[in-house]
């Protein structure tokens, strides 16, 4: 006779979650598939191309070596640290010290959630984008802070405007999250914004959060600066980054934080209880990645250009309102008129055409109304998604 298995309730602070829409989906996806139905995935921000040929070797190589396979320095190699300060010198003139300014990452995400956990207390507030990356909020919930959206809106060209935030909030915020180029808006910001948002932080003494993932995935010439870039960022801000996006890397989870070093030792003691760092030898690719010829990146933006441009014209031949984005690996699209609830609607496309997009709504409540497509599918695949969308709303 088998008995039933013991209830244990969550913690307080995880019971109200729900699965991470993209698990959820997965299941809906899987389903489908199984029914016979053709599924296009132009969803979820994952890269469909695979890194250079060189930085693949390159781990190779290290993972063949006998002296690779034990434990990794917490917080990253000393040479992948080097390879990141290396890195933001060539490509942003910033200089910084790979000992007290920059931390490896088990994947930005990490970072991003862990930042909360190490700076909030409960009935602290995090400032967050609407619509916005979820981990921004969610990180923040379960660190007990109170969530205080800042709409993110087409009029301003989806930037946040600091000074509509309330008093009350600022004066018990800690963490202001921005990110640009934006997910999921595709949305830019020029560098007058960020040195706007850098005084603004030092006179409500706020921390800067910036999510930068996708600052090497620029089109039409463009090239998105870095927040530490602008004199003083280093003192109120930290930096997060990924090889994921740039470098075509998202399942090897590596990436960095940089900027105030109080900050970052946080992250370092945090992080020395919680993981063990990376493999050596995905240190060792990060390395070549960083610090090799950075050529190859041009002929992958203008594939994604192209795609960029697919998408942008099959859209707006449906009846979809949008501006093409100058950079990341999305294009943010409000839905024909008439149509308002993104969830229904992409449920609907995704029955009836086997087309997956992602609700607006996932990502806050002033992302309703829209939907988001990924870049990250073959371009052959992409034009028949935009095919069938087309067909399907005529």
Not at 38 to 50: H, K
Not at 187 to 196: K, L, R
Not at 207 to 225: E, G, K, N, Q, S
Request: charged content about 20%; proline content about 6%.
């Amino acid at each position: 006779m088998t008995s039933s298995p013991l209830h244990f309730s969550a913690a307080d602070r995880i019971a109200s979650f729900k699965p991470y829409f993209f698990a959820s989906l997965n299941k809906k996806l899987a389903d489908l598939k199984a029914k016979g139905v053709d599924v296009i995935r132009i969803d979820m921000g994952s890269p469909d191309l695979p890194p250079a040929d060189f930085i693949t070797d390159s781990l190779v190589a290290s993972a063949r070596r006998s002296d690779t396979h034990g434990y990794t320095t917490n917080g990253g190699t000393p040479a992948f640290r080097k390879a990141v300060a290396d890195y933001y010198m060539d490509r942003f003139e910033v200089s910084l010290d790979p000992q007290k300014e920059i931390i490896g990452l088990i994947g930005s995400k990490e970072g991003l959630f862990n930042l909360s956990q190490v700076l909030l207390n409960p009935g602290d507030v995090a400032l967050v984008p609407d619509p916005g990356y979820p981990v921004y909020s969610a990180g923040g919930i379960i660190a007990g802070a109170r969530i205080v959206n800042m709409p993110l809106l087409e009029a301003n060209h989806f930037l946040p405007d600091l000074d509509a935030i309330p008093q009350n909030d600022l004066a018990k915020a800690k963490i202001l999250w921005l990110n640009y180029p934006n997910n999921p808006t595709g949305a830019i910001a020029p560098m007058s914004f960020f040195e706007e948002a850098v005084l603004f932080a030092k006179k409500h003494h706020i921390l800067i959060a910036h999510d930068a993932p996708y600052t090497d995935v620029c089109f039409d010439h463009y090239h998105a600066p870095s927040l530490m870039q602008v004199p003083g960022a280093k003192e109120i801000a930290i930096e997060f980054n990924s090889l994921s996006k740039t470098y075509n890397m998202a399942g090897w989870r590596l990436g960095m934080a940089v900027g105030n070093p109080e900050v970052i030792n946080y992250l370092y003691t945090y992080k020395s209880q919680l993981d063990t760092s990376n493999f050596e030898p995905v240190y060792a690719a990060g390395v070549k990645a960083l610090t090799s010829d950075q050529g190859w990146l041009e002929d992958r933006n203008a594939l994604y250009q192209k795609r960029r441009d697919i998408v942008v014209n099959g859209l707006r031949q449906a009846g979809f309102t949008l501006e093409a984005p100058e950079a990341a690996i999305y294009v943010w699209a409000r839905l024909p008129i008439g149509q308002n609830d993104s969830m229904a609607f992409c449920d609907k496309l995704l029955e009836e055409t086997g087309v997956s997009t992602t609700p607006g709504i996932v990502y806050g409540q002033h992302g309703e109304g829209y939907l988001r497509i990924s870049l990250g599918t073959s371009t052959e695949r992409i034009q028949e998604a935009m095919q069938r969308i087309i067909h399907w709303i005529k």
